[in-house]
């Protein structure tokens, strides 16, 4: 089992900047990916990007590229959404997701939310007009 602690969500005025983070614990030689998602109210928990555990190769959504930076710090074992411009249509509630080495992979599974296999339980972003 892996268990996600995030952290770092809060409110910001548009165009400022947050740094969110997710701390895996338990069985960590198991992931592969780690990923974020976020949920804006009213709407489906939508991919933001994800980073593979080993390689940190990086994949992101269309809507943050150019904006958004996730990155993995070996040392903490702790990853990273550093998150720049932001925008009022960022405004979700944050997820940290992981998902396992012995994990199937079919198509774009890190799009899809059943793609991962560990979730945190979220952290809230607000960005103000």
């Known amino acids: 089992q892996v268990r996600l602690v995030e952290s770092g969500g809060g409110l910001v005025q548009t165009g400022g900047s947050l740094r969110l983070s997710c701390a895996p614990s338990g069985r960590t030689s198991s992931i592969f990916a780690v990923g974020w998602f976020r949920q804006a109210p009213g709407k489906q928990r939508e991919f933001v990007a994800r980073?593979?555990?080993?390689?940190?190769?990086?994949v992101y959504a269309d809507s943050v590229k150019d904006r958004f930076t996730i990155s993995r710090d070996n040392v903490n074992n702790t990853a990273y959404l550093q998150m720049n411009s932001l925008r009022p249509e960022d405004t979700a509630v944050y997820y940290c997701?992981?998902?396992?080495?012995?994990?199937?992979?079919?198509?774009?599974?890190?799009?899809?939310?059943?793609?991962?296999?560990?979730w945190g339980q979220g952290t809230r972003v607000t960005v103000s007009s």
């Open positions: 997701s992981a998902k396992s080495v012995t994990s199937s992979f079919r198509g774009d599974w890190w799009r899809q939310n059943d793609g991962w296999d560990y």
């Open positions: 980073i593979n555990w080993a390689s940190s190769r990086t």
